[in-house]
């Protein structure tokens, strides 16, 4: 059983900064591909990066490409997500994810963390 818990989340002015981290328990995290979902109010859950088992592969929704960066420590059971030239339409909860392997579907990936909040003020 894996069990995901995100911090870092905030409010933060358009164009600054926040790294979101999920730490991991359980002894499967090193060979899971990891992920970050985003929901805004009002909206379905959407894809935002996902990280292969190894780190070696990585995938990102246009929308967020150039500006935010996925990372993963194995050793410290933990995937990241830096947010840079954060603009207000990134304001949303956002889930990280544990799955087989890299997909961009929610239901590619059978755990999840609780959320945390970021909000882009404009």
């Known amino acids: 059983q894996v069990q995901l818990v995100e911090s870092g989340g905030g409010l933060v002015q358009a164009g600054g900064s926040l790294r979101l981290a999920c730490a991991a328990s359980?002894?499967?995290?090193?060979?899971?591909?990891m992920a970050w979902f985003r929901q805004a109010p009002g909206k379905e859950r959407g894809f935002v990066a996902t990280?292969?088992?190894?780190?070696?592969?990585?995938y990102y929704t246009d929308s967020v490409k150039g500006r935010f960066t996925i990372s993963r420590d194995n050793a410290k059971n933990t995937v990241y997500l830096q947010m840079n030239s954060l603009k207000a339409e990134d304001t949303a909860v956002y889930y990280c994810?544990?799955?087989?392997?890299?997909?961009?579907?929610?239901?590619?990936?059978?755990?999840w963390g609780q959320g945390t909040q970021v909000t882009v003020s404009s």
């Open positions: 994810a544990a799955g087989y392997s890299i997909a961009t579907t929610p239901n590619s990936y059978s755990h």
């Open positions: 359980g002894r499967n995290f090193s060979r899971s591909a």
């Open positions: 990280i292969s088992s190894s780190g070696g592969r990585t």
